[in-house]
């Protein structure tokens, strides 16, 4: 028995808005050895959570963005069920002051996703998802729509900086899309996806936590995804993973066609 959505839901909403928001705008940072950033709500929020988890769920092992690489290794390679957690990602958006950032939280069973929880507090936007049951935005069942557009038309959200540079020339030089944004916050990306909130997507290499539970969010709402090369996104191991989405599936299949010819 899988557990309790709204019960997780709740400590995500709770945990956000007392660990997150209030510390907005307000705290430094520190840079990490790979370069990205870590604040104080990053850790104060992670150690919220995994207390919680703990306690609610003593049986279920716990992963987070925060640990050791050997210590992700070994969790993934060995735990029957997992929790997968980024407390605070877009740390860099929150460090500078914009306003796009969420914490996602994942359960792994057997190596697959059973629950997606992507909240975003500034918007109190929560995206959830339980494998073969839906996807809901704040409660409220949500889908993937044809968009009607042409692929000339899009808007696309790409981060350009994880990909390889002759794409990177191509896109810029010769777009098959209109226009070009970039978030800066992967799990929300994968929810504005599921929401319909773009049509196409391109990341050069996510990390496990930025992808788990947008992968079930994004496929229970009738979403597209895959790799540069074709495969199912997500995979139970730390190796980053290069994704391609689109909510519409003529429009996936353009962009993947454009792309996979690129790349």
């Not at 988890?53 to 003593?58: Q, V």
Request: negative net charge.
């Amino acid at each position: 028995m899988l557990p309790d959505l709204l019960k997780l839901e709740g400590l995500i909403r709770q945990v956000a808005k007392e660990e997150i928001l209030p510390r907005f705008n307000r705290v430094g940072y520190e840079v990490k050895e790979d370069g990205s950033l870590l604040t104080e709500a990053d850790l104060s929020a992670d150690k919220r959570i995994s207390t919680a988890l703990a306690e609610w769920y003593p049986d279920i092992a716990f992963l987070s963005e925060e640990m050791s690489e050997s210590e992700q290794e070994h969790l993934v390679s060995t735990a029957e069920k997992l929790w997968c957690l980024d407390p605070l990602d877009g740390t860099s958006n929150f460090a500078a002051g914009v306003p796009l950032f969420a914490t996602s939280l994942a359960l792994f069973v057997n190596g697959e996703v059973h629950i997606g929880i992507t909240y975003d507090p500034v918007r109190d936007e929560m995206f959830s998802a339980v494998k073969g049951q839906g996807t809901w935005l704040n409660g409220e069942p949500l889908k993937c729509v044809s968009s009607g557009f042409d692929l000339d038309k899009t808007i696309a959200i790409v981060d350009f900086k994880r990909l390889k540079p002759d794409l990177v020339q191509r896109l810029l030089s010769n777009p098959p899309y209109k226009s070009q944004r970039n978030l800066g916050t992967c799990v929300l990306e994968w929810a504005w996806m599921a929401a319909n909130r773009g049509h196409l997507y391109l990341h050069g290499g996510m990390k496990l936590w930025d992808l788990a539970a947008g992968t079930l969010i994004l496929e229970e709402a009738g979403g597209h995804a895959s790799t540069l090369e074709g495969e199912s996104v997500f995979r139970a191991a730390m190796a980053p993973r290069s994704v391609i989405i689109s909510p519409d599936e003529k429009l996936f299949k353009q962009w993947q066609e454009f792309l996979m010819n690129m790349h």
